[in-house]
């Protein structure tokens, strides 16, 4: 998802199909829940950023005690002997591995193969991220399991006027 003053738009990449469906998202707020509607405006073709890296991901294993921890350290290419930062990973239990919303929205930017993931039911619920010159810390503020359906129509609108414009999006993942 993403907001700004004049717009509040939702996006599903459908990477087999090299398709990314756009919704404009209403927000509204009943009996102080927040909650989205979202009403299909068109869909347009899925340009993967091209990227000549391939960087590495190494895990430690998860802490025992709790709260679970994990350190991942992410270098440059596979055989990298020192990391270019490290991530201490503190995880929450969750119901399926929610690892790869972390990676597609926090790691984006760093292009790895699909099997260069997490393995376990886990979310990440805090990060401290750790650079030769200074730390950077988020924080997973609040997380619901809902149950979302999202309905395409049969007969897609394609919009390809965004050939030459912005591929990625800051993603908001629920």
């Known amino acids: 998802m993403s907001k700004s003053e004049k717009k509040f738009a939702a996006f599903l990449t459908d990477e087999k199909k090299k398709l990314v469906h756009c919704f404009k998202v209403l927000e509204s707020n009943v009996k102080g829940e927040v909650q989205f509607q979202f009403s299909y405006e068109y869909s347009r073709n899925y340009i993967p950023e091209n990227s000549s890296e391939n960087y590495y991901f190494e895990f430690s294993p998860v802490s025992e005690t709790a709260p679970k921890e994990v350190i991942l350290k992410v270098f440059k290419y596979k055989k990298s002997k020192k990391p270019i930062f490290e991530q201490n990973l503190t995880l929450l ?8 919303m972390y990676k597609k929205s926090i790691l984006r930017y760093l292009h790895t193969s699909e099997e260069n993931s997490f393995r376990g039911n886990y979310m990440v619920k805090k990060v ?16 619901k399991n809902i149950d979302l ?22 993603v908001i993942q629920f």
């Open 128 to 143: 401290v991220e750790k650079h030769k010159d200074f730390t950077c810390e988020i924080n997973l503020e609040e997380y």
């Open 149 to 170: 359906e999202l309905k395409l129509p049969e007969k897609l609108i394609i919009d390809n006027s965004f050939k030459n414009g912005v591929t990625s999006f800051k």
């Open 93 to 100: 239990p969750a119901n399926k591995n929610l690892f790869a």
